[in-house]
């Protein structure tokens, strides 16, 4: 299995809603990643766990919460987020060896709108 | 600050063609770079990497060149195909935690 799956594939909520992203690997892998991306622009990096701990932060708005159950689990959870924040939100894992070079793997995103 | 950049946004090639795809870095800390397609909808798909130790890696018809003097990169397909129309992007990370990619290059290889 070398997939990263990411649910729901769509969302719509709006800005009083409360949801959660979910992504799951079960590549043994150790790091885990949330990305956002916006429309003709690059991912840009949110939050990495490695080892089932936060490890960076970067210093995205309260409204964002990650969670990360275990190793093979990583969600994202929303709340009162704003039209700013409609995006495709990315997961990602890499497989956290520090003797080699990472790559990483990704999910096929969740296109989320905040109406 | 764009650390990493792809000047071109886009490029068009023919099918049977090379596509030459270029990247420009500023930090010299960057030490492995990789290369990812995308499509629509969807999440980057890993093509070849780079160590800053090397200065050319091949897979098949992808070749990617590394000039750590110019702090350039260039991704080399030959040859192109229509399957090869896609957004690529640059990334660069300096550790294991943080992948830094580039503003992308929308490929179209037509017939």
């Known amino acids: 299995d070398t997939e990263v799956t990411q649910t729901p594939k769509h969302l719509v909520m709006g800005m009083t809603n409360k949801k959660s992203l979910k992504c799951e690997q079960h590549?043994?892998?150790?790091?885990m990643y949330w990305y956002k991306q916006k429309a003709k622009k690059p991912p840009e990096l949110m939050f990495v766990y490695s080892y089932e701990k936060l490890s960076i932060n970067e210093s995205v708005p309260s409204r964002f919460s990650p969670e990360c159950p275990n190793s093979s689990l990583l969600n994202l959870h929303l709340h009162a987020l704003q039209p700013e924040d409609s995006a495709l939100y990315l997961c990602a894992s890499s497989r956290r060896d520090r003797s080699t070079n990472e790559k990483l793997f990704f999910g096929s995103g969740t296109q989320l709108s905040v109406l | 600050d764009q650390q990493v950049k792809q000047n071109s946004p886009s490029l068009s090639v023919q099918e049977g063609r090379i596509s030459i795809l270029n990247c420009d870095y500023t930090n010299s800390m960057f030490d492995y770079f990789l290369w990812y397609k995308k499509y629509p909808a969807e999440g980057p798909t890993f093509l070849i990497s780079?160590?800053?130790?090397?200065d050319k890696n091949e897979d098949g018809r992808f070749t990617v060149f590394l000039n750590k003097s110019a702090k350039h990169l260039s991704l080399h397909i030959v040859p192109s195909q229509p399957g090869d129309s896609a957004v690529y992007f640059c990334?660069?990370?300096?550790?294991?935690?943080?992948?830094?990619f580039g503003t992308g290059t929308r490929l179209q290889v037509f017939p």
């Open positions: 590549m043994g892998h150790r790091a």
């Open positions: 780079i160590s800053s130790i090397k």
């Open positions: 990334a660069a990370s300096y550790n294991t935690d943080k992948l830094i």
